[in-house]
Nanobody
């Protein structure tokens, strides 16, 4: 059974940091596009990941550039999202995802995930 299990969400003050983890089982991240999607309160999940990576290339939305980084530990089959300088507008449920490579369009990298994490809440207080 394929699973992506997330951990690391929580409540943090503006300017703080959090690291989210996404551990995979039943498949490996090799040659998959990976990314983190957000769903802000009262809104639908964003169509493009706020940050993603494929074959050594990383793609950022303007809203997280310079503050978020994505990394992958192949030995642990786990990907991470390091979030620094958090802002209240970063408050959302964060979903990790993996799938076939997508396309770079209009400044964002779109891919259609085959696998999703369960989501973890990140709340940034002002």
């Amino acid at each position: 059974e394929v699973q992506l299990v997330e951990s690391g969400g929580g409540l943090v003050q503006t300017g703080g940091s959090l690291r989210l983890s996404c551990a995979a089982s039943g498949f490996t991240f090799d040659d998959h596009a990976i990314g983190w999607f957000r769903q802000a309160p009262g809104k639908e999940r964003e169509r493009a990941p706020c940050i993603s990576a494929y074959r050594g290339h990383t793609y950022y939305s303007d809203s997280v550039k310079g503050r978020f980084t994505i990394s992958l530990d192949n030995a642990k089959n786990t990907m991470y999202l390091q979030m620094n300088s958090l802002k209240p507008e970063d408050t959302a449920v964060y979903f990790c995802a993996a799938g076939a490579p997508g396309v770079f369009y209009n400044g964002l990298y779109y891919f259609d995930p085959d696998y999703w994490g369960q989501g973890t809440q990140v709340t940034v207080s002002s």
